[in-house]
Structure formats: structure tokens, C-alpha cells
């Protein structure tokens, strides 16, 4: 029989990956500029499979190359909001948990992919750690076939994560923003396109875009659209052909340098 060493006394206990873009908040202050984002995990920057414990991507791209080409300090919060009815309803759930040191000059809103998404096994708390401690161990290799199998599986069996229901969350958000950062540039960045079907029912997908296209264009909120960028190009994307990895975050993170830099001479 075989030992198991981890179960001798006093034997060290296995370190837990930490999440390694809790706490980031861009260049420390004083800032030029100062972005907060209200929105989900394509922030992140992912190699393999999906999950909440990726760096920073796009931002710190965004953030690094401003300041080494334009000299630009730039503060940056992600505050984690997965669907419309997450984002906040009024001033105190705006300023909840803003951290930067004044107030934004420019706020960017990136929520709804989770319209699209289909799963199996629901919400659970024990579901969602045990997910994410998993795909937080898979290589790139391991995470291609895996991410197969489940789409296999999700377009059989696969119901829809949750119900768009678009109710003037939008106009709302804008106008709470407004009222408390009368200053600031409010931009919705469109969900990315997703590569695959089976996790993702891509002609919804493009139902759920449109529909929040729609719902910006009434609130008066530009409107940011990477699919020229990005395409369905699943060399940009991590696993799940939707997240970017390094290569897709650095295209994004090319976007928000350039426009960032001109906001910031104008």
C-alpha cells in the first residue's frame, strides 16, 4: 500500500493559490487618471481554463503602457458585477467598494456575458469553489480536451445560467454615475464574442449584445465593441473560447492605451 504523505503529522499542508488581482488598483497614488470598471471576470488574464484566481490582463496592460509611453499614472479598480441586476442602484452601493483616491474619470460597465452561458449543476457555493479550485490546476494541454467533453455535455444537456431581463438597469447606472461623478466618462464595453458553442449559445450570445447595445444607446453611454479586434479567434481566448489569455489581453490593453492617452490630452 502506498503512503500518503500528506496525511503524516506535522506534514505541510499544500499552499492555496492565491486570487492575483485581489487589491489591484493600477499605479499607486497620486494619479493622472483613475478608471473603475463594473463588471466580471474578462479582466483577468487566463492561460488555460477559466477561473478567479488570474492576474490582471487588459487593465494592467492598459496601465503599464501608459505610463511607459505617455508618462501617464493611472489608477485602476475592478469592481466584480456579473449581471445588470448587480450593478449598483444608487449612491451608496456606487460608492460601496470604491477605493481610489478621488473620484473616476472615466467609468467603464462590462457586464451580461452570463446571459449566454449554460450549465448543468447550478450556483452552488460547494459547485462554484469546487470548479474553480479545479481549473485552477489544469494546464493548457489538459484544459483543451476537458473543455470538449463539457461542451459535449452543455449542448445536450445545458440550460441557461440566467434570464435576461434588461429593465432599465442600464439608464439607472448611468444616472447614479452621473449624479455622484458629474465629471466622468461613462463607456460600456460590449461582452466579447464567444468562439464555441456548447458553454456558450452563440446566436444568443449576439441577442444578449444587441440588447445591451440598446440599452447604452438609450442611457446615452458609448458604446466599446472589440469584435474587429478580436474576432472569434480562439488563440486569443483561454479555454472556455471566451476569456482572453495574454495575447487577446494585450490587444484590448492596446485599445484602452490609445484611448486613455487621448482622453487624457484632451
Avoid at 496525511?7 to 489591484?24: H, L, N, Q
Avoid at 449542448?155 to 439608464?171: F, I, K, N, S
Avoid at 439607472?172 to 464567444?194: H, S
Amino acid at each position: 500500500m502506498g503512503v500518503d504523505q500528506g496525511s503524516r503529522v506535522g506534514a505541510p499542508r499544500p499552499r492555496r493559490r492565491r486570487d492575483r488581482a485581489a487589491g489591484w488598483l493600477g499605479l499607486p497614488e497620486p494619479a493622472d487618471l483613475r478608471v473603475v470598471r463594473f463588471g466580471a471576470c474578462e479582466f483577468r488574464a487566463m492561460p488555460a481554463a477559466h477561473n478567479s484566481l488570474e492576474p490582471v490582463g487588459y487593465p494592467a496592460v492598459a496601465v503599464d503602457g501608459l505610463l511607459r509611453e505617455h508618462g501617464m499614472r493611472v489608477a485602476w479598480q475592478n469592481i466584480f458585477c456579473l449581471d445588470l441586476d448587480d450593478l449598483p442602484a444608487d449612491e451608496p452601493a456606487l460608492l460601496q467598494h470604491y477605493r481610489l483616491a478621488a473620484a473616476p474619470d472615466v467609468v467603464v460597465v462590462q457586464v451580461g456575458a452570463i446571459y449566454a452561458i449554460t450549465q448543468v449543476l447550478g450556483e452552488r457555493e460547494l459547485v462554484l469553489r469546487t470548479r474553480n479550485a479545479l481549473a485552477a490546476r489544469l494546464s493548457p494541454g489538459v484544459a483543451r480536451p476537458a473543455y470538449r467533453v463539457i461542451d459535449t455535455i452543455l449542448r445536450r444537456y445545458g440550460r441557461p445560467y440566467r434570464t435576461l431581463r434588461e429593465d432599465g438597469q442600464v439608464a439607472r447606472f448611468a444616472r447614479v454615475v452621473r449624479d455622484a461623478w458629474p465629471q466622468a466618462t461613462v463607456v460600456m464595453e460590449i461582452p466579447f464574442q464567444a468562439c464555441r458553442e456548447g458553454q456558450w449559445r452563440l446566436a444568443w450570445s449576439e441577442t444578449v449584445r444587441s440588447t445591451l447595445r440598446r440599452a447604452a444607446d438609450e442611457a446615452g453611454i458609448e458604446v466599446v465593441n472589440h469584435d474587429e479586434r478580436l474576432g472569434r479567434r480562439p488563440e486569443l481566448r483561454c479555454r472556455n473560447g471566451y476569456n482572453l489569455n495574454a495575447r487577446g489581453s494585450e490587444i484590448v490593453g492596446r485599445h484602452w492605451i490609445e484611448r486613455l492617452a487621448g482622453l487624457h490630452r484632451a
